[in-house]
């Protein structure tokens, strides 16, 4: 199945493009697609935005799927299915 990620903010500047497609097994969780990005983007993903194991992503960030917070879809362990858009974004802060 066929997964697009886009990136906002922090996360966009920090990996320097705007979003990636991926093709996935059926039956992949957001866990395993985080993992995958992990390994993909390496070392400043893993710090900044998400180290696998951890049961959500780092604070200040959030990730939606088809514009649903993944709390709302059950965390890490929902499950995504083809043509799914994830977004990953820094939380925005200030006053």
């Given at each position: 199945?066929?997964?697009?990620?886009?990136?906002?903010?922090?996360?966009?500047?920090?990996?320097?493009?705007?979003?990636?497609?991926f093709?996935?097994?059926?039956?992949?969780?957001?866990?395993?697609?985080?993992?995958?990005?992990?390994?993909?983007?390496?070392?400043?993903?893993?710090?900044?935005?998400?180290?696998?194991?951890?049961?959500?992503v780092?604070?200040?960030?959030?990730?939606?799927?088809?514009?649903?917070?993944?709390?709302?879809?059950?965390?890490?362990?929902?499950?995504?299915?083809?043509?799914?858009?994830?977004?990953?974004?820094?939380?925005?802060?200030?006053?």
């Amino acid at each position: 199945m066929k997964v697009r990620v886009q990136y906002f903010g922090f996360i966009k500047n920090m990996l320097n493009k705007r979003e990636e497609h991926f093709e996935l097994d059926e039956d992949t969780s957001l866990s395993d697609l985080l993992n995958k990005l992990a390994e993909v983007h390496g070392v400043a993903f893993r710090k900044e935005v998400y180290e696998p194991g951890l049961k959500d992503v780092k604070m200040g960030f959030s990730v939606t799927v088809n514009g649903v917070l993944m709390g709302q879809l059950g965390g890490l362990d929902a499950k995504l299915s083809d043509g799914d858009n994830v977004i990953l974004m820094s939380l925005m802060s200030g006053g």
